[in-house]
């Protein structure tokens, strides 16, 4: 038998053993062994489906040798054919051999190396015979099959009744599916055994986003993050223009991110994590490729020390950690390779923030070359937190109305994959639609929908409920848990323990987050967790069952509680956690406890909350109570969002406190003041700011209530010359439809000039009638071929700086220019500036230009050369052009 005979063969047998995996249920398996091929085909009536679906599996067993075949050229090449064949006979007949017969062998995390460790306990060893280098050859083949058997399993729609059907109707769809996700797999090469199953295994664990259960069905919950996630925004600081976070992290090696609740930053380490681990990170990231990823979320630290270099495997590589090769991370720390995802600083107890600020200097200083990312809430760490051990600071933006357009559509085609017929590809595009419709038209929707947390919500609750909606953030909340709680296994048929309704299980999460908030916990260990719940059952007779039995049902069937690590249990998400924590805390009339810890940054939101949650009179006495403290104005604004209805004496009272904090003199005060919505328009219309501060904060507060009616207020500063204040205006753009920001806001601009540096400003200068002279340096990293960089036609005077030749064709534009100059560029000739087609005056700094040639389409109009900076141009090309075009004046 031939080498690729040999593979085929193997091929065959680990698409059979992935088919077991995929019957999902180890009973099944182990009934139908060997023959689950057979069995499934038996499933099929007609001869022709039969042949179809073996042609299939024939398909998968050769983009298994696709993968296996250049391993064994590039590693292999000089072992003997006999004991490459002896090696991979061994692997296929261990595969024949094996039993899955184990509940952990069907778990969702199942990795390949946990297989590979299943399967040699099972089969004797058969690489007995071999060489040293077969036996290197034989692990290395186990190790990659089973790798593959797992990516095929999971690459398959989920088994039912009628996925055979579906399968075979998207037959090419699932190959190239198959294909697609085995190509993405790392290459194993026989040295980097516990490198390459460490990145399988975080691309595995961290692709995916949970929806804490929203859903009815089980496939909204977790839907994968390397197609949902979309690209978030950020800013260097509070007056910095907003730019792609790709671009703001590219040459940066510690970056500390802020950002809202709701906005991403988990999100966004995990992307990071998974791109690492597959070393497929996009372009202006390049540099990234080749790095490992640990990802570190200091909630599992919250009262613990946080970890040590060796306990980084903890959340995402527990199981293999044990295989760590000695040495190995500290390898990977000192060598720069290792990139450090530390999430939540906001989740340590304010407390223990300064130990971890130390830990993570104690870190940077030892393993200098190490990149790392932190993340937090702003109000648990100033932007200068980590400015000693130089991290540069981002601030995570929420999404423009074009990125969360983008995101409902990623949303939508993440459940597609899960779709296994054409009635329910083509009901999720009707849901599709008429959800951006809804964001077009409610501008309380688009408000919600700029944080992905709460737009991924809407999208799941939209399809849930036949494209109804609720209307502010507490209706939101309150509708989840409904689902969570209730409906969705009232309709699924799941049976409930008696007298464990929704109001029953809301009672006791409600108390076991407010009890965690009070205590300062992120967590707590499951004792403690079942007393808590027994407590309160004593005051619930109706509820049929005992603690553990009800514990089991809220962690399994809630979608709220998971088990993070084994002996512990903590909300999914803190949103949640702090929605019923407020609740709890209102419905035991504790205003005061609230009242006096709201000074904190970990019970901002639970205050904001409780406004929400109140009775009249409760809400009265908290307002008043917080604005007696005089301290917290601020959030008392910010706690009007969730306030129903206010009295008009304490509605006055409010109005005059807001009256004295505008003008907003700081981006803080202006985003609390901006959380108040409508009740702020009017105060802010009023104000007269005149600093520059006070001005940018003042346009900031109005972009950032998100309602129409602030642009015509904002467009009153569209005009102003001073840079910063243009900066902000330009950058409230994300904040709001283009078009409409553009025609009621830059519109109104009188600016002559523009220094088009981001992609913001590039979208702005369409609509900016008065612009005259533009600045267009090289946009650097963030560069792309599929940005069209188009300018009015009413510009005259451009300056280009810093573009390669070859990028010169993206500037999609046509303009008669009075004057231009290129600015440190190396250019062949002038060929390649198409862009203008006329030109008066030509200036050339700095660069080179080795040939006039593309002139001469300027005869008509070209009066002028200058060339400033020595060894710019040949001096004997200023002769050549002065004799060619003596009507043309050129200095020197």
């Known amino acids: 038998m031939s080498v690729e005979a040999a593979l085929i063969a193997l091929g065959t047998v680990a698409v059979r053993t992935a088919t077991k995996l995929w019957l999902g249920d180890h009973k099944i398996a182990a009934e139908v062994g060997g023959a689950a091929v057979d069995h499934l085909s038996g499933q099929l009536t007609r001869e022709r489906d039969r042949r179809k679906f073996a042609r299939l599996l024939d398909n998968f067993a050769d983009a298994v040798v696709d993968r296996i075949e250049p391993i064994i050229d590039a590693e292999f090449r000089a072992l003997p054919e006999h004991e490459r064949l002896a090696a991979i006979d061994a692997v296929r007949d261990t595969f024949d051999e094996v039993d899955l017969d184990d509940d952990d062998l069907f778990a969702a995390d199942l990795d390949a190396g946990h297989l590979d460790r299943a399967i040699r306990r099972r089969v004797p060893a058969r690489s007995a015979l071999l060489s040293a280098d077969g036996t290197a050859l034989h692990d290395l083949l186990l190790r990659e099959c089973c790798g593959y058997v797992i990516e095929i399993s999971r690459g398959l729609p989920a088994f039912s009744a009628n996925a055979l059907t579906e399968l075979l109707r998207r037959d090419r769809e699932m190959l190239d599916g198959i294909r697609e996700v085995l190509a993405r797999l790392p290459q194993r090469d026989r040295t980097d055994g516990f490198d390459y199953d460490y990145r399988q295994l975080v691309a595995r664990k961290l692709d995916h986003v949970e929806m804490f259960g929203v859903t009815l069905a089980d496939a909204s919950r977790r839907y994968p993050l390397s197609v949902a996630y979309i690209s978030v925004m950020a800013s260097a600081d509070e007056l910095s223009p907003i730019h792609r976070v790709e671009e703001l992290l590219a040459g940066a090696r510690r970056v500390f991110i802020r950002g809202e609740a709701g906005l991403g930053k988990t999100t966004l380490l995990q992307w990071v994590a998974v791109r690492s681990a597959l070393s497929d990170f996009p372009d202006r990231l390049a540099d990234w490729n080749g790095t490992v990823p640990f990802f570190i979320p200091l909630r599992r630290y919250a009262g613990r020390d946080l970890p040590a270099p060796e306990r980084f495997l903890?959340?995402?590589?527990?199981?293999?950690?044990?295989?760590?090769?000695?040495?190995?991370?500290?390898?990977?720390?000192?060598?720069?390779?290792?990139?450090?995802?530390?999430?939540?600083?906001?989740?340590?107890?304010?407390?223990?923030?300064?130990?971890?600020?130390?830990?993570?200097?104690?870190?940077?200083?030892?393993?200098?070359?190490?990149?790392?990312?932190?993340?937090?809430?702003?109000?648990?760490?100033?932007?200068?937190?980590?400015?000693?051990?130089?991290?540069?600071?981002?601030?995570?933006?929420?999404?423009?109305?074009?990125?969360?357009?983008?995101?409902?559509?990623?949303?939508?085609?993440?459940?597609?994959?899960?779709?296994?017929?054409?009635?329910?590809?083509?009901?999720?595009?009707?849901?599709?639609?008429?959800?951006?419709?809804?964001?077009?038209?409610?501008?309380?929707?688009?408000?919600?929908?700029?944080?992905?947390?709460?737009?991924?919500?809407?999208?799941?609750?939209?399809?849930?409920?036949?494209?109804?909606?609720?209307?502010?953030?507490?209706?939101?909340?309150?509708?989840?848990?409904?689902?969570?709680?209730?409906?969705?296994?009232?309709?699924?048929?799941?049976?409930?323990?008696?007298?464990?309704?929704?109001?029953?299980?809301?009672?006791?999460?409600?108390?076991?987050?407010?009890?965690?908030?009070?205590?300062?916990?992120?967590?707590?260990?499951?004792?403690?967790?079942?007393?808590?719940?027994?407590?309160?059952?004593?005051?619930?007779?109706?509820?049929?069952?005992?603690?553990?039995?009800?514990?089991?049902?809220?962690?399994?069937?809630?979608?709220?509680?998971?088990?993070?690590?084994?002996?512990?249990?903590?909300?999914?998400?803190?949103?949640?956690?702090?929605?019923?924590?407020?609740?709890?805390?209102?419905?035991?009339?504790?205003?005061?406890?609230?009242?006096?810890?709201?000074?904190?940054?970990?019970?901002?939101?639970?205050?904001?909350?409780?406004?929400?949650?109140?009775?009249?009179?409760?809400?009265?006495?908290?307002?008043?109570?917080?604005?007696?403290?005089?301290?917290?104005?601020?959030?008392?604004?910010?706690?009007?969002?969730?306030?129903?209805?206010?009295?008009?004496?304490?509605?006055?009272?409010?109005?005059?406190?807001?009256?004295?904090?505008?003008?907003?003199?700081?981006?803080?005060?202006?985003?609390?003041?901006?959380?108040?919505?409508?009740?702020?328009?009017?105060?802010?219309?009023?104000?007269?700011?005149?600093?520059?501060?006070?001005?940018?904060?003042?346009?900031?507060?109005?972009?950032?209530?998100?309602?129409?009616?602030?642009?015509?207020?904002?467009?009153?500063?569209?005009?102003?010359?001073?840079?910063?204040?243009?900066?902000?205006?330009?950058?409230?753009?994300?904040?709001?439809?283009?078009?409409?920001?553009?025609?009621?806001?830059?519109?109104?601009?009188?600016?002559?000039?523009?220094?088009?540096?981001?992609?913001?400003?590039?979208?702005?200068?369409?609509?900016?009638g008065s612009l005259k002279q533009v600045h267009l340096p090289h946009p650097g990293q963030g560069w792309s071929s599929a940005v069209r960089y188009e300018l009015p036609d009413q510009v005259s005077n451009l300056r280009i700086s810093g573009w390669p030749e070859e990028h010169l064709a993206s500037i999609r534009t046509r303009l008669r220019l009075a004057n231009l100059s290129i600015i440190e560029m190396d250019l062949g000739d002038l060929r390649s500036l198409e862009f203008a087609e006329s030109v008066v005056e030509l200036r050339i700094e700095g660069g080179s230009l080795r040939s006039f040639a593309g002139v001469e389409r300027w005869a008509d109009s070209l009066k002028k050369v200058s060339v400033v900076g020595y060894g710019s141009v040949d001096p004997g090309l200023l002769d050549d052009l002065r004799i060619a075009m003596p009507h043309v004046t050129v200095f020197p």
Request: include cysteine; proline fraction near 4%; charge should be negative.
């Open 314 to 768: 903890d959340e995402v590589g527990k199981y293999v950690a044990g295989e760590m090769p000695h040495g190995w991370m500290q390898r990977k720390l000192r060598d720069g390779s290792a990139l450090l995802l530390v999430d939540g600083v906001d989740e340590l107890a304010a407390g223990r923030r300064d130990e971890a600020r130390t830990w993570l200097r104690d870190l940077v200083g030892a393993f200098p070359l190490a990149r790392v990312i932190v993340t937090s809430r702003p109000g648990a760490a100033p932007s200068q937190w980590l400015d000693d051990a130089r991290f540069s600071v981002l601030d995570l933006q929420p999404m423009s109305r074009a990125d969360v357009r983008l995101f409902v559509t990623r949303w939508h085609d993440a459940m597609r994959l899960g779709c296994i017929d054409d009635e329910s590809r083509q009901a999720l595009d009707d849901y599709e639609t008429g959800l951006l419709e809804l964001l077009d038209t409610r501008g309380h929707l688009r408000k919600l929908a700029g944080y992905p947390l709460l737009c991924a919500l809407l999208c799941a609750l939209h399809r849930d409920r036949r494209a109804t909606l609720p209307t502010n953030r507490m209706e939101l909340y309150e509708v989840a848990l409904q689902m969570l709680l209730e409906r969705r296994d009232v309709e699924r048929k799941i049976g409930a323990i008696e007298g464990l309704g929704r109001t029953e299980k809301v009672l006791l999460l409600a108390d076991l987050a407010y009890w965690l908030i009070r205590n300062g916990y992120t967590d707590v260990d499951v004792p403690r967790a079942l007393y808590r719940i027994s407590q309160r059952l004593h005051l619930m007779p109706q509820v049929r069952a005992g603690n553990q039995d009800v514990y089991r049902h809220l962690l399994e069937r809630s979608g709220l509680l998971r088990e993070p690590v084994d002996g512990r249990v903590d909300f999914i998400h803190r949103t949640f956690q702090e929605y019923l924590a407020a609740q709890d805390a209102m419905n035991t009339d504790d205003v005061g406890t609230v009242v006096q810890h709201a000074h904190l940054d970990q019970w901002h939101e639970v205050v904001v909350m409780a406004v929400g949650h109140a009775s009249q009179t409760q809400r009265e006495e908290l307002l008043g109570r917080l604005l007696e403290r005089g301290d917290l104005n601020l959030l008392v604004l910010a706690s009007l969002e969730t306030a129903p209805e206010l009295s008009g004496s304490l509605r006055r009272e409010i109005q005059l406190n807001t009256a004295r904090l505008l003008p907003p003199s700081s981006i803080n005060k202006a985003k609390a003041i901006a959380a108040a919505g409508p009740f702020v328009l009017d105060l802010l219309a009023d104000c007269q700011p005149q600093t520059v501060d006070e001005v940018t904060a003042t346009i900031r507060a109005l972009a950032e209530t998100r309602i129409e009616e602030a642009l015509p207020v904002i467009a009153r500063f569209a005009s102003d010359p001073r840079p910063r204040v243009f900066e902000e205006v330009l950058r409230c753009m994300a904040f709001f439809d283009v078009r409409e920001y553009g025609e009621a806001v830059l519109a109104k601009s009188t600016l002559p000039r523009l220094l088009v540096d981001s992609e913001v400003a590039l979208t702005a200068v369409k609509y900016m």
